[in-house]
């Protein structure tokens, strides 16, 4: 059995099926795609949330440093591109990772990974259509015609709202009111959040809330991911155009309103705070790797995938690094950790035309971004319904729109149903585990086919450059890096040594009776004036370092509330872990090996942005694999189209 989960396909086998069809269905789909059109799905999938929303918090923890946060990001991601490019060169099929993890791992390992990736890209179209939902709905809420007595056409907050940042909203604005803080003092967002929960309709006990937005952008965009990829790629550059002309412009004019003041300090919260924005930046990168699932519809994919992939990265990044340095050159970093940070840039200049422009190209914007991703997905489904692990109907092509039709309506109710009711956070989370999962593997994968020779080659070879000089080194800087620069928090790291809890995390974990100690305690300091209500979370967080330390040392609070150790403190590390081993055994491998140098550096580069994200996604990561195993054994495993053909060999 263990030899049958790890059956490969021949490059061979898959070109020849290209050729000759696959079985039960239309022998192909339409070949429409060129380079350039390669390149504006790319930049459609990358240039969207990114630009439009995540940039704001990322340059707020970073600074302007976050430029160098963009660049890292963008060469972590070339060095994927150049792997799943020598792969696409290899096997011009759809499938993406999926189809080439079949090829060097064999049929458990692609059947992980394609699962991982359907998770990647429904996850993220739920993002998008979160994202996409807050933008329209500002949008409406700005529009103003005072002859029809239109001041603003405002969606209810439980209309435009998934349920579960509705209720963690309503229980953490409790838990601060109960700490001291008035309604009114409560941040935006959870004011909002708490609202919806109040006044959304209630059927018995249950609130509805849900985002209706969402919902109607993802039935549009799967009608027409539906009706053909001829009409994807024209209203997908068409939009792409749309938001570049508005991305040239804010750089054309916010350029002139730069204050070089305001990149002093440059890296004011030093390489902690830019490497923070960490998994936002890399969600504004995810996408590339959907160019490669319309392989079968590219002209000549051999050639125009590697140029389509890299060139979307190098148009993106540059995008990326420009409207950084203008948005922390008009404001002070710090005020940029809002929702839509180049509309509220022109705000707080006064250009309240360039923010209405921001706001109509950003829809426009996520839609693209959404139209890709949904395109992307049921081409997976359709690779895997090939090889007989997913049921015939979903390889089932349309006759006349020569699209996955039945692939695709499924990927429209995977997407919907979800995006009324999941919060952005965690889905955005769970999307970057699973993109940077697959790039880990197709990244390894180029290392395992490197030297065999029974390898049918395509037209793009990654340059080879022997790993075994340069991973040593690499390995031995980073830990003297370490040890000499960030000497503290490695120590701490490896022993293992106790961390304070925050303001906020302290305040709402507390039960009533607490909650009035702390508030005592409070009360003692002579700076609080006695009789004033107290407001525990905002006077814990005005704190500095040293005198919140102090406090929390001096509280009689239980010790565990106060500070994460042991087995608690260290779960969050077991990611880190994970990464230190596998750097050390990758190294080993280099030097053993021969191993190529690009390759490697993608797997490193992709798998420390995967151990920097919280231990809580890993599990939830984990937990999709583990139902996707069960579907496996239950399906997969017994009509993969290898198993049958392992059987007839057999009968023979």
């Known amino acids: 059995m263990l030899k049958n989960l790890f059956r490969k396909k021949s490059v061979s086998k898959i070109l020849a099926d290209v050729q000759k069809g696959y079985g039960d269905h239309e022998p192909s789909l339409h070949k429409t795609l060129g380079v350039r059109d390669l390149t504006a799905f790319g930049i459609a999938a990358i240039v969207g949330a990114g630009i439009f929303s995540t940039i704001g918090k990322a340059s707020a923890d970073g600074g302007p440093a976050v430029i160098f946060l963009f660049i890292f990001t963008a060469i972590a991601c070339s060095f994927a591109a150049f792997a799943y490019a020598e792969f696409a060169s290899m096997v011009p099929v759809s499938g993406s990772a999926y189809t080439y993890s079949y090829v060097a791992f064999g049929e458990l390992v692609a059947w992980i990974i394609g699962w991982s990736l359907i998770m990647e890209y429904a996850i993220g179209n739920i993002t998008v259509a979160i994202s996409w939902s807050d933008y329209f709905t500002g949008l409406l809420s700005s529009i103003k015609i005072p002859a029809l007595g239109i001041n603003g056409i405002h969606v209810p907050d439980w209309a435009s709202m998934d349920y579960l940042s509705a209720y963690k909203g309503h229980q953490h604005a409790e838990a601060l009111i109960n700490a001291g803080k008035s309604i009114t003092n409560l941040d935006e967002t959870t004011r909002i959040a708490a609202n919806a929960w109040s006044t959304a309709p209630k059927i018995g006990s249950f609130h509805f809330v849900a985002d209706l937005p969402a919902l109607g952008i993802i039935i549009f965009i799967t009608w027409l991911v539906y009706r053909g990829m001829k009409e994807s790629r024209n209203a997908s550059n068409a939009m792409v155009i749309v938001k570049l002309v508005v991305i040239l412009l804010v750089l054309a004019v916010g350029v002139f309103y730069i204050d070089t003041n305001n990149w002093n300090p440059f890296a004011p919260n030093g390489v902690s705070g830019v490497l923070k924005g960490v998994s936002a930046v890399f969600f504004a990168y995810i996408g590339f790797d959907a160019i490669s699932t319309t392989a079968e519809e590219c002209k000549n994919p051999q050639r125009d995938l590697p140029r389509g992939m890299m060139w979307a990265i190098i148009i993106c990044t540059l995008l990326y690094i420009a409207i950084a340095l203008v948005l922390t050159g008009i404001v002070k970093y710090n005020t940029l950790a809002v929702g839509d940070p180049l509309a509220y840039v022109f705000d707080a200049i006064d250009l309240k035309l360039m923010s209405g422009i921001i706001a109509v190209s950003a829809v426009f914007a996520m839609a693209s971004v959404l139209l890709v991703f949904q395109m992307g997905q049921p081409r997976i489904w359709l690779s895997m319904s090939r090889d007989g692990l997913l049921p015939k109907a979903f390889s089932r092509i349309h006759p006349k729109h020569k699209t996955p039709s039945f692939a695709t309506i499924v990927v429209g109710f995977v997407v919907a149903v979800p995006a009324l009711f999941l919060n952005l956070t965690t889905v955005t989370d769970l999307c970057s585990i699973g993109t940077l999962f697959a790039f880990v593997l197709v990244c390894a994968g180029v290392l395992v086919l490197q030297n065999r020779p029974d390898i049918q080659r395509g037209k793009f070879r990654i340059p080879y450059v022997n ?119 990758v190294t080993y491998l280099s030097i053993a090996k021969n191993l190529s140098l690009i390759p490697v550096l993608g797997l490193i580069s992709c798998l420390y942005m995967m151990c920097e994200l919280e231990l809580s996604n890993w599990i939830g990561f984990g937990i999709w694999l583990a139902v996707g195993l069960v579907i496996y054994f239950l399906y997969g495993y017994k009509n993969s189209k290898l198993a049958q053909k392992d059987s007839s060999s057999l009968a023979q």
């Open 467 to 585: 790993a075994k000089y340069v991973a040593p080194l690499l390995l031995i800087g980073g830990f003297a890096l370490a040890f000499t620069e960030f000497k503290s928090e490695t120590i701490g790291f490896f022993t293992n040594e106790p961390k304070m809890i925050s303001p906020v995390s302290f305040v709402t974990s507390l039960n009533a009776t607490e909650l009035q100690t702390v508030k005592d305690e409070i009360s003692a300091n002579p700076i609080v004036l006695q009789g004033k209500q107290i407001d525990a979370e905002a006077y814990l967080s005005n704190l500095n370092a040293v005198q919140y330390e102090t406090f929390m040392n001096k509280s009689v609070i239980a010790y565990d509330k106060k500070f994460e150790s042991g087995w608690a403190l260290f779960r969050h590390k077991i990611p880190m872990w994970i990464f230190l081993v596998i750097c050390v055994i």
